[in-house]
T-cell receptor, first 118, second 116 residues
Framework: ETGVTQTPRHLVMGMTNKKSLKCEQH?????MYWYKQSAKKPLELMFV???????ENNSVPSRFSPECPNSSHLFLHLHTLQPEDSALYLC?????????????????FGAGSRLTVL | AQKVTQAQTEISVVEKEDVTLDCVYE???????LFWYKQPPSGELVFLIR??????QNEISGRYSWNFQKSTSSFNFTITASQVVDSAVYFC?????????????FGTGTRLTVIP
């Protein structure tokens, strides 16, 4: 158990489906992140939330919609995805600050949600 | 622009051999942080080490050691006497204090396979 729990671990969806990925942490962290991991590419930062406020949206298409109802939970709502969106989606958490998380922030990652879009 | 290069895509070694994973980074910032993470087959990335740009001391932790050289912009990772449990994908990452507060730039990873 890493302290960051992601569900579901595997998801297969059609391009017209609506689904959500869930991330939960009980580490007392105030910053939460979504990363996308595709084969043979660097991990791509998608979104950052610091104290429930979105502080980073890395030019992610609107078919991905994050939600952070509190510092312990983070969702990624998926709608009208494309096959190229198939990837491992990793959630992470870190110590937040009153401003933005610092560059020294050590992240704790979940095991990821493997998404396949048909 | 920030960039992390891990030129070795895959490495295979026989158990008990030493192995070095290379990491070269690019940044214009004078204050930055370098990280290594391990991703075992279970999927989660596990933090191994963080160094800041002002601390070039090499570090040893058990069988792991890290060689940080600003002159060559490298932060290499050596596993001594490798074990099968070391098999994983290893990621080097960079963040900048100036702009990288929210952003950890990862390399493409090196897949290490330790053969028994």
């Amino acid at each position: 158990e890493t302290g960051v729990t992601q569900t579901p671990r595997h998801l297969v969806m059609g391009m017209t489906n609506k689904k959500s990925l869930k991330c939960e942490q009980h580490l007392g962290h105030n910053a939460m992140y979504w990363y996308k991991q595709s084969a043979k590419k660097p991990l791509e930062l998608m979104f950052v939330y610091n104290f429930k406020e979105q502080t980073e949206n890395n030019s992610v298409p609107s078919r991905f919609s994050p939600e952070c109802p509190n510092s312990s939970h983070l969702f990624l709502h998926l709608h009208t995805l494309q096959p190229e969106d198939s990837a491992l989606y990793l959630c992470a958490s870190g110590v937040g600050t009153g401003g933005s998380p610092t560059g020294a922030n050590v992240l704790t990652f979940g095991a990821g949600s493997r998404l396949t879009v048909l | 622009a920030q960039k992390v290069t891990q030129a070795q895509t895959e490495i295979s070694v026989v158990e008990k051999e030493d192995v070095t994973l290379d990491c070269v980074y690019e940044t214009r910032d004078t204050t930055y942080y370098l990280f290594w993470y391990k991703q075992p087959p279970s999927g989660e990335l596990v933090f191994l080490i963080r160094r800041n740009s002002f601390d070039e001391q090499n570090e040893i932790s058990g069988r792991y050691s890290w060689n940080f050289q600003k002159s060559t912009s490298s932060f290499n990772f050596t596993i001594t006497a490798s074990q099968v449990v070391d098999s994983a994908v290893y990621f080097c990452a960079l963040s900048e204090a100036r702009t990288g507060a929210n952003n950890l730039f990862f390399g493409t990873g090196t897949r290490l396979t330790v053969i028994p």
